[in-house]
Structures are given as C-alpha cells and as structure tokens.
C-alpha cells in the first residue's frame, strides 16, 4: 500500500520559516522523482519545487526560488522542503508527490503517480 506522509505544517508570521517533510513507504522510493505543490485558497494546485530519483537536480517556482530548499533522503524515504521568509500569499495546502521519470510534465499534477493527504501552512501578516 503506497503512502505519502507529510507533516510540519501550521501557522507561522510572515518573515518565518517552516519545515514540511514527506515519508514515502509501499513502493520504491528512489524510482520516483519528488516534488511538492500547493493549493491554496480558489487556486489551482501548483508545483513549488521538484527534485529528481538521486536529488541531483532540483527546481523550482519562480514564487518560491531562494527562498524554499527542496531535499530528498533515499535512504529514509524521506523529502523535505525548507521554507524561509515565508509571505501570507504561501498560505496553502502543501502536498508530496510522486512522478515516474518520463511520465509526463514535471510541472503538472496529472504526471503524478502517487500523492499526500496534504499539511496546512497558514502565513499571517
């Protein structure tokens, strides 16, 4: 049974940082690139940071770029994303998910194979 766990999530003021972390169990966890979006209120969900099965490479959104670190652990199953100088416009529901390499666009949900329930990040001005 495949399983996407994320946690850290929560209310946090502007100009603070959160860490979100996603464990990974059921399939092989190094097959699969990383990534993490967003969906917040009457918003479509969105990719925030990908990285790929070694986390050699990663990417990101422009919204996001220098101030979220994406990391992956293959040997915990584990992938984080640190989120620094945080604004009330990253108010969302933040998700792990999976992609197959090949599988499609990184940049869009439906490449994605498997997926988190998802954590609350609130930002407050």
């Known amino acids: 049974q495949v399983q996407l766990v994320e946690s850290g999530g929560g209310l946090v003021q502007a100009g603070g940082s959160l860490r979100l972390s996603c464990v990974a169990s059921?399939?092989?966890?190094?097959?699969?690139?990383m990534g993490w979006f967003r969906q917040g209120p009457g918003k479509e969900r969105e990719l925030v940071a990908y990285?790929?099965?070694?986390?050699?490479?990663?990417d990101y959104a422009d919204s996001v770029r220098d101030r979220f670190t994406l990391s992956r652990d293959n040997a915990k199953n584990t992938v984080e994303l640190r989120a620094n100088s945080l604004k009330p416009e990253d108010t969302a529901v933040y998700y792990c998910?999976?992609?197959?390499?090949?599988?499609?666009?990184?940049?869009?949900?439906?490449?994605?194979?498997?997926w988190g329930q998802g954590t609350q990040v609130t930002v407050s001005s």
């Open positions: 998910a999976a992609r197959k390499p090949g599988n499609g666009n990184l940049w869009t949900a439906n490449s994605y194979s498997f």
């Open positions: 059921g399939y092989i966890f190094e097959d699969y690139g």
């Open positions: 990285t790929n099965v070694m986390g050699t490479v990663t």
